[in-house]
T-cell receptor
Framework: SQQGEEDPQALSIQEGENATMNCSYK?????LQWYRQNSGRGLVHLIL?????REKHSGRLRVTLDTSKKSSSLLITASRAADTASYFC???????????FGTGTRLTVIP | GAVVSQHPSWVICKSGTSVKIECRSL??????MFWYRQFPKQSLMLMAT?????????EQGVEKDKFLINHASLTLSTLTVTSAHPEDSSFYIC??????????FGPGTRLLVL
């Protein structure tokens, strides 16, 4: 399967703590994207990191990409209860016409 | 795991024609389905949310009369692009959710309007 894998599948933390989610994939990519999905809602795009980039920041989000290990991580700092959601990585793979989504990490931030 | 299929995977049509894309949940009942669109080199953008048996909820800027969504059963949702034009050429992907927890994505449909 070309679908990425994420770990952990579920993560529960206290408000104020940092949350780290990892994504692994199998093939060459053009870019990797992270999305958030609140329960019952559609995906919301968070951040895109290109294959020639190693780290990117957006507000409280920090994304890293290691193409040699074919992995990426999403760090949410100083988490808030409103960050409770499922987080998906998606890869834009070289030679492919569509995005490949990971299995998702379900994050719960306890107030 | 749960499987979502889309048909067709590729479609090429002439400007002015209508195109229907099907999204099916193969081994579970999808109470909610989502339709997304992705233009080249851009991220996925949500178009609409569809709950079985009710009207779809469209995102701002998405024309409901142009993108007709039908979710008549718990395993099938359709997106019809009416009077398609070249600017509608895009990649359309659906996803399906059973209990509003885990979302499963279809493989997508590439539409090219000539």
């Amino acid at each position: 399967s070309q679908q990425g894998e994420e770990d952990p599948q579920a993560l529960s933390i206290q408000e104020g703590e940092n949350a780290t989610m990892n994504c692994s994939y199998k093939t060459s990519i053009n870019n990797l994207q992270w999305y958030r999905q609140n329960s019952g809602r559609g995906l919301v795009h968070l951040i895109l990191i290109r294959s020639n980039e190693r780290e990117k920041h957006s507000g409280r989000l920090r994304v890293t990409l290691d193409t040699s290990k074919k992995s990426s991580s999403l760090l949410i700092t100083a988490s808030r209860a409103a960050d409770t959601a499922s987080y998906f990585c998606a890869t834009d793979q070289t030679g492919a016409n569509n995005l490949f989504f990971g299995t998702g990490t379900r994050l719960t931030v306890i107030p | 795991g749960a499987v979502v299929s889309q048909h067709p995977s590729w479609v090429i049509c002439k400007s002015g024609t209508s195109v229907k894309i099907e999204c099916r949940s193969l081994d579970f009942q999808a109470t909610t389905m989502f339709w997304y669109r992705q233009f080249p080199k851009q991220s996925l953008m949500l178009m609409a949310t569809s709950n079985e048996g009710s009207k779809a909820t469209y995102e701002q800027g998405v024309e409901k009369d142009k993108f007709l969504i039908n979710h008549a059963s718990l395993t099938l949702s359709t997106l019809t692009v009416t009077s398609a034009h070249p600017e509608d050429s895009s990649f359309y992907i659906c996803s399906a959710s059973e209990r509003q927890e885990t979302q499963y994505f279809g493989p997508g449909t590439r539409l090219l309007v000539l």
